[in-house]
């Protein structure tokens, strides 16, 4: 008998820098001849534990080392959507992090055509639809973004928004207001991740003096009543990424974590894998891990894939085609 197929949803938070398994890893690396910190695959895979953010974001930062050309990011970029479409992926919101190339001396050009020819082809190739967000290190200063922002519209890269991502504690979203006002001249989508390290006022000022649409991650926003009610009332998109907040010990184990708690409470919340080559896997894995510890039901699953389908950047006749498919 076949396998039964995946649930058809979209994913929304994913960082395509965090997709680049080891094995892809030691391939970059011999094929540009780059010299690897690590003898082997095990040796790689034992640094695979975290005891933050910054502990990890130091690690995916080395790890990027090994991309080097437009065919390195297309192939990473490949492998995801081969592995998010068998995950029931049919619609990608892909990040990514041009400064974090930029700084090795990787060209925009490179970083952003690699991944942008693939996502070209993505729903005839893998039957994903898919969009692109340059996301912005908020421990670098808002000219450096605002200067990758110009570049980027100069190049008239294939992006449909902006994000804001890496090291949360200490960059607060207002620190990014120009970033975030010159986006949307331009037409971009906002997204900020907040509340993940950061606590519920980074979410305030995210929407209020950044006026993102969605908030990545948002769990903190439990510590604050008042904030849950605003979000609940304003159906605020929450892209909750339940084995890397385990992971990043944002939260002590699965069975701790907030996400039937946000549901219980009417938040518009949907479940993504983040960075699934570090974080013990991709949406499939997170949905399985839910169930099995936190007993979630048929129908919460439906609800979270129909959360994830209407909270994305996606053309109406998309996300109506997915609904159908998932009720279907
Ligand atoms: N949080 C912040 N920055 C990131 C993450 C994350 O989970 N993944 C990649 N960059
Ligand atoms: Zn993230």
């Known amino acids: 008998m076949a396998a039964a197929s995946p649930m058809p949803l979209a994913e929304l938070h994913l960082h395509i820098e965090g997709t680049l398994e080891p094995e892809l890893i030691f391939a970059l690396a011999e094929r540009n001849g780059i010299e690897l910190p690590y003898a082997n695959l095990d040796e790689l895979r034992s640094r695979y534990e975290f005891t933050d ?17 437009e065919q390195d990011f297309a192939d990473m970029t490949r492998a995801y959507l081969a592995r998010a479409a068998a995950a029931g992926v049919r619609h990608a ?3 990514m992090d041009p400064q974090a190339h930029l700084s090795r001396g990787v060209s925009l050009e490179t970083c952003v055509n690699g991944v942008a020819s693939v996502l070209a082809t993505s729903e005839e190739e893998f039957g994903v639809s898919t969009l692109l967000i340059a996301a912005f290190l908020r421990d670098l200063s808002e000219d450096s973004a605002l200067e990758v922002l110009e570049g980027l519209l100069a190049m008239n890269a294939p992006i449909a928004g902006i994000g804001l991502d890496s090291a949360e504690v200490g960059n607060p979203p207002s620190k990014f207001t120009r970033l975030f006002a010159r986006a949307g001249e331009a037409g971009l989508r906002k997204i900020a991740h907040a509340g993940e390290e950061g606590p519920p006022s980074y979410i305030v000022e995210a929407l209020d003096v950044l ?8 769990i903190r926003c439990m510590e604050d009543p008042e904030l849950v009610e605003r979000l609940v009332n304003d159906r605020v998109p929450l892209t909750v990424c339940p084995l890397s907040n385990v992971r990043l010990r944002a939260v002590d184990m699965l069975a701790a974590h907030p996400l039937p708690a946000m549901l219980a409470a009417g938040l518009n ?3 993504n894998s983040d960075d699934p080559a570090y974080f013990g896997g991709y949406v499939d894995s997170n949905f399985a891990q839910l169930e099995s510890v936190l007993g979630l039901s048929e129908f919460d699953r439906v609800r979270l894939a129909a959360n994830s389908i209407r909270s994305s950047f996606a053309s109406e006749e998309r996300k109506q085609e997915l609904l159908a498919e998932l009720s279907g």
Do not use: C, K, P, W
């Open 269 to 271: 919340v949907s479940v």
């Open 211 to 218: 006026a993102v649409e969605r908030i990545d991650h948002g």
């Open 53 to 69: 953010l910054q502990s990890f974001l130091d690690l995916y930062y080395a790890n990027m080392a090994v991309l080097r050309t």
């Open 93 to 95: 919101e892909i990040m």
